[in-house]
């Protein structure tokens, strides 16, 4: 039986890696599959719970998730190409217009 | 009981809807106005004769600010004193109601004007309806507020402003001592319930309060704070210069509020809490000197005058001493009397010279008028018989409560002889001024513009009506208090208020009568020829102060007195002493003996020295009038070379004992002072270039610093909010 | 069995992560992303989420990063010659001394489960999907026409941001 804390601590490193991944990389598209990759961590948790707890909920917030991560990408990916077609780059460190 | 509730509610109807629909009345408004406090006076004559008969009436509607154990109801007690007054108040408001329809005629604030004296109606209606303590301060306050508003009606006027808010900030200062008082009320007694406060009164009788250091009996102090409500309401002394500014306002104002009705409300309050009054010999001292000293100041103030509205303002400050001192002597009852018949001639007096003034196109100066007489006949004839009556000429309503109050003071004591002398003096020389106006204006010499004697003109019907209804009223209402034969039905009238809560406080007794001790109290007025009576003769009558009543069968018997043995009896004695002996007396001796020192007055003395008082006071007004008629009937030099005479007090008179001027160098100028200062470096330097600049300075400041720790790159942001939670963790696993 | 499974899938799945977020070329990344998708869905299967599986698949393998190939493709990057931020050697020490210690508390501290009511073989019984249903479509019947609102409103901020015309006519208009 695989304990419920693998599955925790899985999820934690995944979430980790897609936060350094947002801090880090210079193209917003790696920036956005980071994100995917946080969203996933916490499916992960969600099934997890749901399946040692014995709850249906936690698959049902899944959902959920996928949603928001399906309309983030939509949008996600329109300012991208928005932003390519009007600055001629993706790197986020050159997107500084919004200071002082 | 709910035709009780619609006598206040009638004229707040007619606020709200005239004050709300401005627009839609304009000149209309009286349409809405005056039936609506003529119904309410018709159902106040209706209360007046149920609770005549017995029916009073104390219920609570709701609970107005229920705050822990403090409930406050707003109700609506009924009994013989607020029938009275609330008789007087729409009587005279529904006349001035009447009257201002013709005396405001194309005011551009006509329809504001109306809705204000409704809500002043409305206010003193239910400041005399109330049944408690915090009511009664809710209408205390909305009649100033609205005495206020209608001063300033005509707001252009620089002399209105600062007359109005004189008005407002000295009223502020009695409504102080006056809220403290109800403080005090509440955290004595737990309640600000009448009935429940009287009843308690008794209990309380020993117990002091801190004040300032000193222990006060704690009934004194209530009183005195209560008084200075008063003392602020009816301009009593010190707090007195406030009335006279008012006549800024239009006159019908000046009647309604400031003769009638609204400055007797602290007179009212008075007579309304007797029993805390009767139970501090302080306080009824106070009071009782107050309102002499008030009245002589206020009577030889209004001697030099010359506006014609000032001196009957004079004259209603002096009255309104009358009244108080009344009310200081424990003679209550002669009080509300002289208020009720006050009420009456003095509006006629104000309506009268509203109908001078109105009639010579704004002219308030009476050595600018004269021989008027030709020009308008009504107002010249009313004039004269609210002058006669304010003079106190038999058969005039003055003349019955003023010399009701002369022959209650002289009946009081030693210190009632010298109220009764302060009486006659003011006396005298109210019946002087008051036909100097009467002369100059009337009378004397043409002293007209030529502008003016052109458009002199009688005034319309609307203002002439309520001028002889009041003239009438002024000959009648004294017959109320006529003294000469049966019971005076004034004090039948009032005699259960004043009876029922005051059971046997002994600061009363010891107040009504000088010696302290009980057994001689009995016959301490009587110049010492009572025969010594057995105690229980004095305990049980002592409502007979002489002992030739205690020694009548009926009263003996009615009073379950010991019949003395060896005292006159005298047939007049006997019958004024049963006079005196309601039924409520007998069935509380002691109450009752205590409580009217005035009565028992009555009962004890024979007629013949109040008739000779009556008599001497008549000959007092009479020669001030011959004086008057001497000296301003024709052109005479007399008056000026006696001022030239005596300039100091000529000078001193006419200006009212520089009175304003002392408030202005000891209070306004000060103020005025620390407030220009407290502008310019509290307000200027302080708050707005320390405070407010320094703010928005320092947060620029810090802005130009931090924007540098701004790059607009969201990784950075990132970062920093992962160093964050680095912190936070952190920070778990070290501690 | 299920050990070697899991252990299997959970190693891939770092793996691909870590790759997803450090290798140099955006294409390569994707098919990384990809990757992990898949043993992501196998991590479900493990755990009886069946349905999921299926869903993880096709909408984040089928939709999702397909979406994302499109827009590479679309955009035709250059490769660039420092793909990483310059913070980054630090926001690694940070960051995973952070995860570190999380990890540290996670195998410390316990996890006391509660039973809830649905145990593995009444979902088993009633069959993965259809419970999913019932729950969806009773209890959290208006988050999820919510969830709709959600997708409608991201599609016409898709539509409205891409659309050439619109931006350049509001830019005429501002100029």
Not at chain 1, 59 to 77: D, I, M, P, R
Not at chain 2, 444 to 452: F, K, P, Q, S, Y
Not at chain 3, 64 to 89: D, G, K, T
Request: proline fraction near 4%.
């Amino acid at each position: 039986m695989i304990p419920l804390s693998s599955y925790v601590i899985l999820s934690a490193v995944i979430f980790f890696i897609g936060v350094i991944g947002v801090v880090i990389r210079r193209t917003i598209i790696v920036v956005l599959l980071s994100i995917e990759l946080m969203l996933n961590a916490v499916n992960i948790n969600f099934v997890a719970f749901s399946h040692y707890l014995e709850s249906i909920t936690g698959q049902v917030f899944v959902f959920f998730t996928l949603t928001v991560a399906a309309a983030e990408v939509a949008v996600g990916l329109a300012l991208l190409i928005a932003i390519y077609r009007n600055r001629k780059t993706v790197n986020v460190e050159e997107l500084d217009v919004m200071k002082w | 009981m709910v035709t009780y509730a619609l006598i206040p509610l009638l004229p707040l109807v007619s606020f709200i809807v005239v004050g709300l629909f401005q627009k839609w009345f304009r000149n209309q408004a009286h349409l809405i106005c005056v039936p609506m406090v003529f119904l309410s006076f018709a159902l106040s004559l209706t209360a007046l004769f149920d609770v005549a008969q017995g029916n009073t009436v104390n219920v609570d509607f709701f609970e107005w600010i229920p705050v822990g154990s403090f409930n406050p109801t707003f109700g609506v007690m009924v009994d013989q004193l607020t029938a009275s007054m609330l008789v007087l108040v729409t009587l005279v408001s529904s006349l001035v109601h009447l009257y201002t329809v013709g005396y405001m005629h194309g005011d551009k604030g006509y329809d504001r004007f109306f809705a204000y004296i409704s809500l002043f109606t409305f206010s003193m209606l239910v400041l005399v309806t109330s049944n408690n303590f915090l009511q009664l301060f809710f209408g205390w306050e909305a009649v100033g507020l609205c005495s206020y508003l209608l001063i300033v009606h005509w707001y252009e006027r620089k002399a209105s402003c600062n007359a109005s808010l004189k008005a407002f900030i000295q009223n502020r200062v009695g409504d102080f001592g006056f809220a403290i008082g109800i403080f005090l009320i509440w955290v004595t007694f737990d309640s600000v319930d009448y009935q429940t406060v009287f009843a308690a009164v008794p209990e309380h009788l020993d117990e002091s309060v801190s004040f300032l250091g000193w222990e006060v009996n704690v009934m004194t102090m209530i009183a005195l704070l209560l008084f200075v409500g008063a003392v602020g309401k009816s301009a009593q002394f010190l707090l007195h210069s406030w009335l006279p500014d008012a006549m800024e306002g239009p006159t019908p104002i000046s009647a309604l509020i400031h003769a009638a009705t609204m400055v007797t409300a602290g007179i009212f309050m008075v007579s309304r809490c007797h029993p805390i009054f009767n139970a501090s010999e302080v306080a009824m001292m106070t009071v009782a000197i107050v309102g002499g000293f008030t009245a002589l100041f206020g009577a030889t103030i209004a001697l030099t005058q010359n506006d014609i509205k000032k001196v009957v303002a004079y004259s209603t400050m002096s009255q309104l001493g009358y009244m108080v001192m009344a009310c200081g002597i424990g003679a209550y009852a002669a009080g509300m009397f002289h208020l009720l018949t006050h009420g009456v001639f003095k509006a006629l007096l104000f309506l009268a010279a509203g109908s001078v003034i109105h009639a010579l196109a704004g002219e308030q100066d009476i050595r600018r008028m004269g021989q008027a007489k030709r020009h308008m006949p009504t107002t010249y004839w009313t004039m004269l018989w609210g002058s006669l009556a304010l003079a106190g000429i038999f058969p005039f309503a003055g003349f019955f409560s003023k010399d009701e109050i002369l022959w209650q003071a002289w009946n009081t004591g030693m210190m009632g002889k010298g109220l009764w002398l302060v009486g006659i003096i003011v006396a005298f020389m109210t019946a002087f001024y008051t036909f100097r106006v009467f002369f100059l204006v009337f009378y004397g010499a043409d002293n007209m513009d030529h502008e003016v004697r052109h458009h002199a003109h009688e005034s319309p019907k609307v203002i002439t009506i309520p001028l002889v209804t009041l003239a009438i009223g002024s000959l009648l209402v004294g017959w109320l208090g006529q003294p000469f034969w049966g019971k005076n039905p004034v004090h039948e009238y009032m005699s259960p208020v004043f009876q029922s809560a005051v059971s046997g406080t002994p600061a009363l007794q010891a107040h009504a009568t000088p010696l302290p001790d009980l057994v001689t109290a009995a016959f301490a007025d009587d110049d010492g020829h009572g025969a010594p009576a057995a105690p229980e003769a004095a305990l049980g009558a002592e409502a007979a102060v002489t002992p030739d009543a205690v020694a009548t069968p009926e009263v003996a018997m009615s009073a379950e007195a010991v019949v003395t043995p060896g005292a006159v009896v005298t047939p007049e004695a006997a019958v004024s002493a049963e006079a005196v002996v309601t039924p409520e007396a007998a069935a509380h001796p002691v109450a009752a003996a205590a409580a009217h020192g005035e009565e028992a007055g009555h009962g004890g003395h024979d007629k013949g020295a109040e008739f000779a008082l009556m008599a001497l006071s008549m000959l007092v007004a009479v020669s001030g009038i011959w004086m008057a008629h001497r000296w301003y009937g024709r052109p005479s030099q007399a008056p000026s070379r006696l001022a030239a005479a005596y300039q100091t007090l000529y000078q001193g008179s006419l200006n009212k004992w520089y009175w304003d001027e002392l408030y202005d160098a000891i209070f306004t100028r000060p103020t005025l002072r620390l407030a220009n200062r407290m502008w310019r470096v509290a307000d200027d330097i302080i708050i707005d270039k320390v405070l407010v600049d320094g703010v928005a300075i320092t947060t620029r400041i810090t802005g130009e610093i931090l924007k540098f720790f701004q790059t607009g790159r969201v990784q950075h942001y990132a970062m920093v909010m992962s160093l964050g939670i680095f912190v936070i963790v952190g920070g778990f696993f070290l501690f | 069995m299920m050990q070697a499974i899991f252990i299997y899938l959970a190693t891939v799945c770092v793996v691909c992560a870590v790759l997803t977020v450090s290798l140099r070329q955006p294409v390569y990344n994707v098919m990384a992303l990809l990757t992990m998708f898949f043993h992501v869905a196998g991590l479900y299967v493990l755990l009886n989420a069946e349905f999921l599986a299926v869903v993880q698949i096709i909408v984040y393998a089928g939709a999702i990063l397909v979406l994302y190939l499109f827009v590479l493709m679309l955009l035709n990057l250059r490769s660039e010659s420092r793909h990483l931020h310059r913070q980054w050697p630090f926001a690694v020490l940070i960051l995973g001394s952070v995860a570190a210690m999380l990890v540290g508390a996670m195998q410390a501290g316990g996890f006391g489960l509660p039973t809830g009511e649905a145990p593995a073989q009444v979902i088993q019984a009633v069959g993965n999907t259809e419970s999913i249903g019932l729950t969806l479509y009773t209890d959290y019947l208006l988050p999820f026409e919510l969830a709709s609102l959600v997708l409608l409103v991201a599609m016409i901020g898709a539509i409205v941001l891409t659309k050439k015309e619109l931006i350049q006519d509001h830019g005429e208009e501002q100029s």
